[in-house]
Antibody
Framework: QVQLVQSGAEVKKPGASVKVSCKAS????????LHWVRQTPGQGLEWMGI????????SHAQKFQGRVTMTRDTSTSTVYMELSSLRSEDTAVYYC???????????WGQGTLVTVSS | EIGLTQSPGTLSLSPGERATLSCRAS???????LAWYQQKPGQAPRLLIY???SRATGIPDRFSGSGSGTDFTLTISRLEPEDFAVYYC?????????FGQGTKVEIK
């Protein structure tokens, strides 16, 4: 069955960067786009961006312009999301999610808690 | 950016009752590209409905979605104990993809 397994929780200081991984299994990695969504108590669910695992192209929400980088490694069926210049408002649970035949999210990772605190 | 407003914020109902959840968009959602998710504490969201009215694989038929344009509804015909959770709508017709703020269905 489809599984998305994310890396573990992180604690970072303001100004630092965090890199979260999401390892996919149970399907052909290059056949479905993957997204990153975060969840904060204040903002609820927030879409961050999308990556095409086949060619590596990405698109992200304007809010994260200049701060988010999404990459993939086809040899390990893993996608990565790096967020830089962290601030306290970036404290959230970060999810990767696989889309269906359009951009609804059929499968989700278990989530990675990123805490930004001095 | 398309804003999604869900109402009510909280719905207090008893098992066996009917739940009607609303999701209103700030502008028309392209091709009814709207999905609904259920989330329980400590878990990732779970897809219920896509394309406004298509049930995802394995979702019981007590869940149904309807609507078009700017007004969408998720109906749970008879609440089961496992249905008490938070429900979110999401539009994927235009970028950025956006979510509603959620409706909590709690036991009365």
């Amino acid at each position: 069955q489809v599984q998305l397994v994310q890396s573990g929780a992180e604690v970072k200081k303001p100004g630092a960067s965090v890199k979260v991984s999401c390892k996919a299994s149970g399907y052909t990695f290059t056949s479905y786009y993957l997204h990153w969504v975060r969840q904060t108590p204040g903002q609820g669910l927030e879409w961050m961006g999308i990556i095409n695992p086949s060619g590596g192209s990405t698109s992200h929400a304007q809010k994260f312009q200049g701060r988010v980088t999404m990459t993939r490694d086809t040899s390990t069926s893993t996608v990565y999301m790096e967020l830089s210049s962290l601030r306290s408002e970036d404290t959230a649970v970060y999810y990767c999610a696989r889309e269906g035949s359009s951009s609804w999210f059929v499968n989700w990772g278990q989530g990675t808690l990123v805490t930004v605190s001095s | 950016e398309i804003g999604l407003t869900q109402s009510p914020g909280t719905l207090s109902l008893s098992p066996g009752e009917r739940a009607t959840l609303s999701c209103r968009a700030s502008q028309s959602v392209t091709s009814s590209y709207l999905a609904w998710y259920q989330q329980k504490p400590g878990q990732a969201p779970r897809l219920l409905i896509y394309g406004a009215s298509s049930r995802a694989t394995g979702i019981p038929d007590r869940f149904s979605g309807s609507g078009s344009g700017t007004d969408f509804t998720l109906t749970i015909s008879r609440l089961e104990p496992e249905d008490f959770a938070v429900y979110y709508c999401q539009q994927y017709g235009s970028s950025p993809l956006t979510f509603g703020q959620g409706t909590k269905v709690e036991i009365k």
